[in-house]
């Protein structure tokens, strides 16, 4: 189903990463990680949280700023702006 967090396997069943599938675009796949783990409300948070700290680090955090630059933060097809305080 569209959405669904898939595995993605070489040709010998061997793991490349997982992801999130939709067959309705030219990439069916947006892979979210290279390693054996979940797919799922955790992992995005944890990209998020690491984004941030980031933002902060370089002192981009403001009243609005780009807090997450798809897959730059490892969250392929997705920007996320944050306004306000």
């Known amino acids: 189903m569209p959405g669904d967090a898939v595995a993605v396997l070489d040709s010998t069943g061997r793991l490349l990463g997982r992801g999130l599938y939709n067959p309705r675009t030219g990439i069916a796949c947006r892979l979210l990680t290279r390693r054996d783990e979940l797919v799922d409300a955790d992992l ?21 700023y780009r ?18 305080r």
């Open 44 to 64: 995005i948070h944890r990209r998020l949280a690491e984004a941030l700290q980031l933002r902060q680090a370089g002192r981009l955090a403001a009243d609005a």
């Open 67 to 84: 807090l997450c630059w798809s897959e730059a933060d490892g969250l392929p097809a997705s920007w996320w702006t944050a306004t306000g």
